[in-house]
T-cell receptor
């Protein structure tokens, strides 16, 4: 069964860092693009970042560019999101998701349950 | 960046009704996805590439459109369809979501 599982969320002070992980199983991890999407409490979905299957191409929302870094370890079937210089507005549930078709970003079909990152003093 | 505008922001409907949700892009696109989200749950992919039905999704869901105007239609609303729906342009980075449409029970 395809199942991404996020971890690494928690409470952090403004200016601090968190590293989110997404462990994937049930598919050939290196063949698929992956993405991070977040949802602030009571708000809509916001795309955060995406990465190609090889990890050679990465993309970011303007709101996180320069502060967040997406990466993947295909030997461990794991996706990461390193979040630095965190702000209160980064407080959200963070979801990882798998690309629906091979190397494309045309949609994301399997999502994790989400991990909550709270930025507060 | 491509802005996505969904309408309406909410709709009240009854079981059996046909429901149509619109998503408008700020510039022409070819690639669009639709998702369903229920409270406390992760989004679920319904449609990708504007009109391709994701495997396992009931055929009462359909997507159409091109250029700047796209629609998600639910032909006969079922109790399990009451949820919030989001469009996402997947044409170019940064990928962007619409603001969401909440489908409520009338």
């Amino acid at each position: 069964e395809v199942q991404p599982v996020e971890s690494g969320g928690g409470l952090v002070q403004p200016g601090g860092s968190l590293r989110l992980s997404c462990a994937a199983s049930g598919f050939t991890f290196s063949s698929y693009t992956m993405t991070w999407v977040r949802q602030a409490p009571g708000k809509g979905l916001e795309w955060v970042s995406a990465i190609s299957g090889s990890g050679g191409s990465t993309y970011y929302a303007d709101s996180v560019k320069g502060r967040f870094t997406i990466s993947r370890d295909n030997s461990k079937n794991t996706l990461y999101l390193q979040m630095n210089s965190l702000r209160a507005e980064d407080t959200a549930v963070y979801y990882c998701a798998k690309g629906v078709v091979g190397g494309s970003y045309s949609g994301f079909d399997y999502w994790g349950q989400g991990t909550l990152a709270t930025v507060s003093s | 960046d491509i802005q996505m505008t969904q309408s309406p922001s909410s709709v009240s409907a009854s079981v059996g009704d046909r429901v149509t949700i619109t998503c408008r892009a700020s510039q022409g696109i070819s690639w669009l996805a639709w998702y369903q989200q229920k409270p406390g749950k992760a989004p679920k992919l319904l449609i990708y590439a504007a009109s391709s039905l994701q495997s396992g999704v009931p055929s009462r869901f359909s997507g159409s459109g091109s250029g700047t105007d796209f629609t998600l239609s639910i032909s006969s609303l079922q109790p399990e369809d009451f949820a919030t729906y989001y469009c996402q342009q997947t044409n170019s980075f940064p990928l962007t979501f619409g603001g969401g449409t909440k489908v409520e029970i009338k």
